[in-house]
């Protein structure tokens, strides 16, 4: 992307019309996501990022539109973090949503409840929720219908963070059992 310094990529005006013609759908479920879960159950809200490109558009396309009432509940990460430090963070956590994948995945990786929205621009590895049991935490945000159900998916967690983390565990164990089962497999094979 060209609005990371260390990729060195060209500007490309495609991808730029579609990002800002898209930024309000995008980020709208998210914000609806914060409001109610600030509202409904007085949690305070972290707006991170996964990479630097990100902090801008956490601040722009989040913070700054949400309500006034909402705002004093959210913390904005304005700095970028490494993984060790977002990771420490989320274990600390009800869980987490978003667009992003790798942060699901630590999440997961610690029984952490994780939702994942998704769109046609981005790579099929979100998919791997459903290999997980965790279709229902992720979100076709192409599909009106599956954007409708991430503010109550959001809030349910935040609601009942017992069954949350039962489900994350949940898992998080079958992750293990795919892996160990990989490895037997990979053992196996002539060396």
């Given at each position: 992307?060209w609005?990371h310094?260390?990729?060195?990529?060209?500007f490309?005006a495609?991808s730029?019309?579609?990002?800002?013609?898209?930024?309000?759908?995008?980020?709208?479920?998210?914000?609806?996501?914060?409001t109610?879960i600030?509202?409904?159950t007085?949690?305070?809200i972290?707006?991170?990022?996964?990479?630097?490109?990100?902090?801008?558009?956490?601040r722009?396309?989040?913070?700054d539109?949400?309500?006034a009432?909402v705002?004093?509940s959210?913390?904005?990460?304005?700095?970028?973090?490494?993984?060790?430090e977002?990771?420490?963070?989320?274990?600390?956590?009800?869980g987490l949503f978003?667009?992003?994948?790798?942060?699901?995945i630590m999440?997961?990786?610690?029984?952490?409840p994780?939702l994942?929205g998704?769109?046609?621009?981005?790579?099929?590895?979100?998919?791997?929720w459903?290999?997980?049991?965790?279709?229902d935490?992720?979100?076709?945000?192409?599909?009106?219908?599956d954007?409708?159900?991430?503010?109550p998916a959001?809030?349910?967690?935040a609601?009942?963070?017992?069954?949350?983390?039962?489900?994350?565990?949940?898992a998080?164990?079958?992750v293990a059992?795919?892996?160990?089962?990989t490895?037997a497999?990979?053992?196996?094979?002539?060396?």
């Open positions: 992307m609005l310094p260390h990729k060195n990529r060209p490309n495609t730029h019309a579609r990002n800002e013609a898209m930024k309000e759908h995008d980020h709208a479920t998210l914000g609806a996501a914060i109610a600030v509202r409904e007085g949690h305070k972290l707006i991170g990022h996964e990479d630097i490109t990100e902090i801008p558009i956490g722009e396309w989040l913070l539109v949400l309500p009432d705002k004093p959210v913390v904005w990460r304005g700095t970028p973090w490494l993984t060790d977002a990771l420490s963070i989320y274990t600390r956590s009800a978003g667009h992003e994948m790798h942060s699901p999440c997961i990786g610690q029984g952490i994780a994942v998704r769109w046609a621009e981005q790579s099929s590895k979100g998919l791997m459903r290999d997980l049991g965790l279709d935490w992720l979100f076709d945000m192409d599909d009106p219908a954007v409708k159900r991430l503010v959001a809030l349910a967690l609601q009942d963070p017992v069954a949350a983390k039962a489900k994350a565990a949940k998080r164990a079958l059992t795919f892996h160990r089962d490895m497999i990979l053992a196996r094979q002539p060396a």
